[in-house]
């Protein structure tokens, strides 16, 4: 037998099957492909963790400019306060397209961005004695706390906040500034796990490191939940489109009238996710890999999508005035914005072999 | 019952006993088909298959896939003809499990053997009737498997009934190709279906499918090459329309045993198939000769098969009755129904992997990549026309699957419009449904204009499936 297999016919066959075996090897290596490996650490370093960094700081910001306010009222810092809320509040319009690991795991949505608010609830809560950070996160209700109350204090009827503030309105001042803290600290401490563990493990390494076919999942996942959410439940109910009676109270535009803006971002943060920045790399390369069509119609939509958006922005109204004044507009828009879902949730799920319903049944057609 | 007896024939004057008789070919038929031997193989592949059955049901349990596919969802995708299988309320779901389990333990056992395959095919074959959504090719292959094998004896060698009623040791050979005829049917069909223009051209959808394994070691910088996926394609098709060639043929069957294990081995790694694989590489040894688990026990006990007492070859006598010649008839009738149903697609225009009409039971195994989305829009009465989105209505596995196929975007639009009905409410219904197949753009797959409400459920074609655009 062993003289068998040393025969030179045998040598040659062994060598020849070794120098097939290393050259696919080496071919491989050489490969200049974009893995999803490589997708997911980009991201995670050049958008997800420096966005959630951006969002942390405005509304750190924020809660700095709402002490002040607090501490010594007057019009000019009621102002700077509106102007840092409609600055973290978009930062964290931005993050939408990313709301997956810590967001969700320390259940952030309910303490920073829920909709619709209470105006009851706030209000009653406003007649007791104190209000703490404390009371805000342990004892209040998603719909008396985020963002969006925070709108409700702040932008409330003309300048009523800065007159309850200068009229010595201490639970309004308390319920303001424990606000501002509770988005601020549960910001911060989102940004903290990507910047930390989350973020290591998202890019595969540590020892919680996540497959790499799971965290391209959640890039894509998420933001197909985000079209759905933004074309079907609020701009189609908000224009009757998906029930049969219009409903305009969906859209999560409160006073502050910064729901086009909310939307430019979200789709901004898709993009983000999509495209990557320019000396990174995103879903596109992959997508790229295997149909350039299909990327470039991705990239066309996503654009298109924005660009319906943003022309909502030269003239200067609301959402909701825009659903009063231009519904046809709005339906355009949202027309666009389901263009880029299906796209999106057909050719790039398709591509990229991604379950958007958390399946796990087998399946062998 | 009066049986009639023809009397018994030798084999070779079959066909010199009367040129004009009819029945000529059916008695030789019978006659080859009787001739005994080894029931060993015949025993290995119940054991093998009670053992899968039963890892298949343990996982329905361990899955939650009970409630999930069969108790929770408000609506099931009913097979037509079989709208009246409905399923039990929750507990007896769960029983009717359980009962499945038992069964597919008893046939291990060889309990019973013949009543315990006849429940288990009636039980399982009941389970996967009740939602289209959850038809797999494996379960379809369970049912038909488990159907086979209630009409062969068991009481021959390896079993509870064997023990009990005395070992012969022997099967006639019908019972070995009945098998054998049944996976290559699988195979063949399986095979056939890949040659076509996406996957032999595009190597689509393994082109999008393996790179989803990129991050494996070793392998996995390979499994991103285009070329791999295109080899891939082209090796698999060729495995598919060959190996019950090499299978069959003794010198080659060996070394297409290791590759059939492989195959298996490799596609239950990369895909999510539950116990099709194992299932396959289990049920591919009945193309091994009769007598291999009895050989292989001897030699493992290091004693010669042959001087097993039991296995005393019987004496043939084959009568020619009207019994054995319906019972061959009735054989010859199911194959012809196995090799047409695979093949009634061509019954329909358009391509079956974009209408999905003929789709089912036809072994089309691991063959498309199509994601789609659907919304309708419900019009009533007053002229009023908003949005439904499926999900509203069912279950997220029956919402994902239902997307792509066009018997379950009408049954969808009917469970909206029996809704809006009970309400009282007179709805049309319309479909936007876009489906993109192995990485085509995006296309829209139903007629928008049709009103789904006022369309019949049936296997009639399907007017208002569109038919995709030339690329």
Not at chain 1, 138 to 155: I, N, V, Y
Not at chain 1, 300 to 323: P, V
Not at chain 2, 438 to 447: A, E, M, S, T, Y
């Amino acid at each position: 037998m062993a003289r068998r297999l040393n025969t030179p016919s045998c040598r040659f066959t062994a060598l020849l099957s070794l120098m097939t075996i290393g050259a696919a090897l080496l071919l491989a290596g050489c490969s200049s492909d974009v893995t999803r490996r490589d997708v997911a650490t980009s991201l995670t370093e050049q958008v997800i963790i420096p966005r959630y960094e951006a969002a942390a700081e405005s509304s750190a910001a924020m809660n700095e400019r709402v002490r002040i306010l607090v501490s010594d009222p007057t019009a000019g810092r009621l102002e700077a306060a509106r102007d840092a809320w409609r600055e973290a509040r978009s930062d964290w319009s931005r993050l939408q397209a990313y709301t997956f690991g810590p967001v969700m795991e320390l259940r952030i949505p309910s303490l920073v961005d829920w909709w619709p608010i209470d105006e009851d609830k706030i209000h009653e809560a406003l007649a007791r004695p104190t209000i703490s950070a404390e009371d805000v996160r342990e004892t209040f209700a998603a719909d008396q706390r985020g963002f969006s109350a925070l709108e409700h204090l702040l932008f409330a009827d003309g300048d009523s906040a800065l007159d309850r503030l200068q009229a010595g309105d201490d639970a309004y001042g308390q319920y303001l500034t424990a606000l501002a803290e509770v988005i601020a600290d549960a910001i911060r401490q989102a940004a903290d796990d990507w910047s930390g563990d989350y973020g290591q493990a998202f890019s595969g390494s540590g020892d919680r490191a996540i497959s790499e076919n799971l965290a391209v999942a959640d890039l894509v996942r998420v933001p197909v939940f985000l079209t759905e959410t933004v074309g079907d439940m609020q701009l189609g109910v908000a224009l009757g489109i998906t029930k049969p009676e219009a409903d305009p109270s969906v859209i999560p535009e409160g006073n502050a009238g910064a729901g086009v803006d909310n939307l430019e971002q979200q789709l901004r943060g898709i993009q983000d996710t999509y495209v990557g920045t320019a000396d990174g790399r995103g879903i596109s390369d992959l997508v790229a890999q295997l149909s350039e069509d299909a990327d470039q119609r991705m990239r066309n939509a996503l654009n298109e999508a924005i660009d319906a958006i943003e022309a909502f922005k030269r003239d200067g109204q609301s959402l909701n005035q825009l659903l009063e004044t231009d519904p046809d507009a709005v339906s355009e828009a949202r027309a666009a914005i389901k263009a880029a879902q299906i796209i999106l949730n057909t050719e790039v799920v398709s591509l990229l072999g991604v379950t958007i319903g958390f399946s796990d049944n087998d399946g062998d057609s | 019952m009066a049986i009639t007896t023809l009397p018994a024939v030798r084999p070779n004057r079959v066909f010199r006993t009367d040129p004009t008789d009819l029945w000529r070919p059916v008695d030789f038929l019978h006659r080859r088909a009787s001739e005994p031997v080894d029931a060993s193989s015949v025993a290995f592949f119940r054991i093998a298959f009670g053992v899968v059955a039963l890892i298949a049901i343990v996982r329905f349990f361990a899955y939650g896939w009970i409630d999930q596919l069969y108790v929770d969802p408000l609506h099931h995708f009913s097979y037509v003809g079989f709208e009246w299988v409905r399923a039990w309320p929750a507990p007896w779901m769960h029983l009717h499990f359980g009962a499945l389990g038992l069964l597919a333990a008893a046939i291990i056992l060889g309990w019973r053997t013949r009543a315990s395959l006849i429940l288990f095919a009636v039980g399982f074959t009941y389970i996967e009737l009740i939602d289209k959504t959850t038809y797999l090719n494996h379960y379809y292959f369970i049912s038909l498997a488990a159907l086979l094998l209630a009409f062969m004896p068991h009481d021959r060698a390896w079993s509870l009934d064997a023990r009990r009623s005395g070992w012969s040791g022997w099967t006639p050979i019908w019972t070995v190709w009945a098998l054998r005829v049944q996976i290559a049917l699988v195979y063949c069909f399986a095979g056939f279906a890949k040659l076509n223009h996406d996957w032999i051209v595009n190597a689509a959808p393994l082109r999008f499918w393996l790179p989803q394994h990129a991050h494996l070691p070793i392998v996995g910088p390979l499994l991103d090459e285009t070329w791999v996926a295109y080899a891939f394609s082209w090796a698999g098709a060729a495995f598919d329309l060959t190996i019950v060639a090499w299978m069959l043929w003794g010198r080659s069957r060996p070394l297409a045993f290791v590759v059939l294990v492989v195959f298996h081995l490799i596609t239950g790694q990369l895909f999510m198939i539950g116990v099709f694989p194992y299932m396959m590489i289990a049920a591919s040894l009945v193309f091994f000769s009769p007598d291999w688990p009895r050989r292989w026990l001897s030699r493992l006990r290091r004693q010669s098969w042959s001087a097993d007492a039991r296995v005393v070859r019987p004496t043939l006598s084959v009568e020619r009755s009207w019994i054995a010649r319906i019972a061959v008839l009735i054989a010859l009738g199911v194959l012809a129904v196995q090799i047409v149903v695979p093949l009634r697609h061509y019954f329909y225009p358009g391509s079956v992997q974009w209408n999905e009409e003929g789709y089912r039971f036809s072994w089309r195994v691991l063959l498309t990549e199509k994601v789609g989305h659907v919304e309708y829009r419900v019009t009533d009465e007053e002229g009023r026309t908003w949005i439904e989105l499926p999900a509203e209505y069912l279950s997220p596995l029956q919402a994902e699957r239902m997307t792509t196929q066009p018997d379950l975007i009408l049954a969808t639009a009917h469970f909206i419009r029996d809704h809006y009905a009970h309400f009282g409410n007179d709805v049309e219904v319309r479909a936007d449904v876009f489906v993109s197949l192995n990485g085509r753009p995006v296309q829209r797959l139903i007629d928008p204009t049709i009103n789904l409400a006022a369309e019949a459920q049936g296997i009639a074609a399907k007017s208002w499936v569109l038919q995709p655009v030339a690329e």
